[in-house]
């Protein structure tokens, strides 16, 4: 069985070589690389023309924006490939040795399953391990099912390096059309359509390193202005697509996002009630300001708990106001004798509890892991 891995490459010449080397090395050997570069300024071409079994396909920028650049990338590549099962990836990630080999395993034993995605492993530009999982998945089995009965789209798919496609289901979507969904990524676009088309599977491995650095545009969504854009453009594409499927539509509400994310549902109120009672005399704080502590923050509300505001080392975040509670620097709170602190983000939790330790904060007394045992 023939893999074709695709990857679009602009302007990550630091990267390259990591990153195509990753798919060489692999423990399945029957593959073909395709490398779109999408007129890169930098020396890609010549780290490029340093492989002699990848075929490249050089353009002048598209210059659409970054998300139909890349969607045109993964048109371009897809219509160049011959592989029965198709890999996407990032130019600045790479897999990990055994990634095609398990994937091809997993498509030969579950012949009616056409798309599998998995979550990838976070390391930083150097390549060293973050300690962090991205994104947070929920584990859903039938993705249609699951969007209608809760009206929500989030912490169901992973990103471009973490997706792989029978050539069947692609045949059938690509090239996607351009449009005016500009926050819409070509993994979005391919998720969503295969939600409603198709079966996908959910692996817990992270097959893949996703290289966390400050070009990344999946980062950029933390902005909490940009993610009000993202959500307004995720929720309206979903919706040309199940019209165009003769599917209903569904609408967004605040409360009924938070009520259905990854963190509200594994969130522990006894144990958060009996860390705060503990110590009266403390001013709580969630760290987190994003989804996963304004689902805790949400879903602790009404135990009449009294949060202070929130703690967020993203600075895009800081002196915002979040559910009418003040976002503050981690640095803040440092010389503070009275602060307590619940860790939403808990797939980052043993990085944040690290740097609470450094300053002499204890777990279990001044921080906790306010999740049921075993998430």
Known sequence: MLASVLINNYNYALYLTECIQSVLDQTYSNIEIIVYDDGSTDNSLEILSEFNNIKVISNSNYGKGHNLNQMNAVNKAFEESTGEIIFLLDSDDFFKKNKVENIINLYKENLNVEVIQHSLEEIDESGKSLHTTVPVLKKVRNFKEHIYETESLFHLFSMTSGLAFRRSFLEKVLPLEEDDFSYICVDTRLMLIAALQTNTLTIEDTLTYYRKHGSNAWGKLGDLNNHEDYTRDLYDFFNKIAMGNGQQLI?????????????????????????????????????????????VYHALKDTGLNFQGFIDSDERKQNCLVMDREVLSPASLYEKDNINILISPFHAYETIAMILKNQNFIENEHFIFPYMEGE
């Open 251 to 295: 609408s967004y509400s605040y409360n009924k996002y938070l009520e259905n994310t990854y963190f509200y549902h594994n969130l522990s109120t006894e144990k958060c009630i009996q860390f705060v009672m503990k110590n009266p005399g403390k001013e709580y704080y969630i760290w987190g300001a994003g989804e996963a502590g304004q689902s």
